[in-house]
């Protein structure tokens, strides 16, 4: 059985479990506290040197680290990864949208306003993700203009990258107001079989 470690309130660990649920995969989730430093002891260095969290543990003993990776993985002959070469590599193009356009700038502001509860403190560095976050929003806002998902096809692991961070960035401060089709697009992932959201699973993980 897979091991997961991480924290369900980072949007990199819900988009794996998000993933597992709706292949309904069974596994084990471990809490990793990272403001206790539990990142940083030497048992889950021994799994990511890097220190940082989801890391997916294979009945095997093997590691995979970064989320995108993790979904890959777990993806791997589902529905959820096309089959055609170039929509696969479209489809990996917003994932790497997702982690170098799009997370840097929401859900750091998220990180610090919501998780650490520290806006005042961090107030230039959330100032200036300000821009970077509104031209990604808008880069997904003109793109689901055209479709109901990333790809032509129908959901993909682009969309389950996007909507981790996406669906809570008035958390990093962002209002999806001026946004309809990225709302409609939330609405349309919130619909899908097998979903459940950031907060069900954390409440029910806690019970």
């Known amino acids: 059985m897979y091991t997961v470690y991480g924290d369900l309130r980072s949007g990199n660990c819900y988009k794996v479990r998000l993933l597992m649920d709706l292949l309904d995969l069974?596994?084990?989730?471990?809490?990793?506290?990272?403001?206790?430093?539990?990142?940083?002891?030497?048992?889950f260095?021994?799994?990511?040197?890097?220190?940082?969290?989801?890391?997916?543990?294979m009945p095997d003993g093997n590691c995979l680290c970064e989320s995108n990776a993790i979904l890959f993985y777990l993806g791997e002959g589902s529905r959820w990864i096309p089959s055609d070469r170039l929509e696969r590599a479209r489809m990996l193009q917003w994932m790497f949208f997702e982690q170098y356009s799009h997370e840097p700038y929401i859900a750091t502001s998220r990180y610090w306003i919501t998780l650490l509860g520290e806006a005042e403190r961090f107030a230039r560095e959330i100032s200036e993700r300000r821009n970077g976050g509104e031209a990604a929003l808008k880069v997904?806002?003109?793109?689901?203009?055209?479709?109901?998902?990333f790809l032509a096809q129908g959901?993909?692991?682009a969309d389950i990258a996007l909507?981790?961070?996406?669906?809570?960035?008035?958390?990093?401060g962002f209002s999806l107001s001026p946004f309809p089709a990225i709302r409609h697009w939330i609405?349309?992932?919130?619909?899908?079989?097998?979903?459940r959201a950031m907060e069900q699973i954390i409440a029910q993980d806690a019970e």
């Open 140 to 149: 997904m806002e003109e793109h689901l203009q055209k479709q109901d998902f």
């Open 163 to 172: 909507f981790a961070y996406t669906h809570v960035a008035d958390e990093g």
């Open 187 to 195: 609405a349309r992932m919130e619909a899908l079989p097998g979903f």
């Open 45 to 57: 260095l021994a799994m990511n040197p890097n220190g940082r969290i989801p890391v997916l543990k």
């Open 155 to 157: 959901p993909s692991l």
């Open 26 to 43: 069974p596994h084990r989730w471990r809490h990793i506290d990272i403001f206790r430093g539990e990142s940083r002891r030497p048992e």
